[in-house]
């Protein structure tokens, strides 16, 4: 386990980056070329309720580094269940955790991500890289597939395994744009695509919380087979109101997040 949390973001960073070019032109956008200039909001990262990867085990890794878990949400049409960890220093991003509830789907789901599970190693799990590993099997592009006509989720997982999904700008922290609005326009200006799954902005000021994001990037992947071109992750933007403490809301709405998570449905 990380002992040096900005540590672990770095190395979450660099590996989204990887798989996510847009990302940093992103911050060319909306900051300067400096990361530190775009404040993170939180990260998402996906897997499946199997015991030797669920969710608990994740989270362990950042309980570790002081993280606590402070909120829980239900998908039902997704069949995800997810939970939310703050650190004490509220400057630190916050994290997203979800997983795929595989009681629910199909034999067929459920016996392939089994087996693809079954080849991490054990050790794997609480080394210190574990939460950007990416994949520890091979599928071919037709299991890939396969599993994308049920559960796009278990597809993703399937193909780029463990990594951010997102990493999220805090708009209210951004010094050149005030409103979700005024970034939205911007990205689209730069030719960016937005999900508008719910709508571009999806939340409002009286649930406490806006959000929007990008398309996934389209980006290569090795398959058993063959090399191929599907989304990879995707820029999140949140930008979050007082409540009537006077304190800035730092959950999550379930019905907003589950349209953020078609950031990375085929387009």
Known sequence: MHTDVKVLFANLWQDYVAVTPSAKQVHQLLGSSQQDDVINDHIALRT????????????????????????EYHFEAKKLYAKHYEHPDRTLPKVF?????????????????TAL???IPAEAVTADNFLYSGTHWQVSQATYE????ES?????????GYRANHFTVSVNDLQSFATLEQVNHALKDAGFLLNT???????TPQVYLEQSSTLADLHQVQFSDTVATIPSCFYEFARRYPMSN???YTGFVAASADKIFESTNAR
Do not use: P
Request: proline share 0%.
């Open 197 to 203: 799954s719910g709508g571009e902005i999806k939340g």
């Open 97 to 113: 955790i979800s997983e795929l509830l595989l009681d629910k789907c199909s034999a067929y789901l459920r016996d392939t991500i």
């Open 246 to 248: 006077g304190m800035l």
């Open 146 to 149: 396969q599993l994308l006509a």
């Open 48 to 71: 499946f309720n199997l015991e030797k990867v669920g969710l608990e085990k994740l989270a362990a890794h950042f309980k570790a580094l002081g993280y606590e878990e402070c909120g």
């Open 117 to 119: 599970v079954e080849q």
């Open 152 to 160: 796009e989720y278990a597809a993703w997982v399937a193909a780029w």
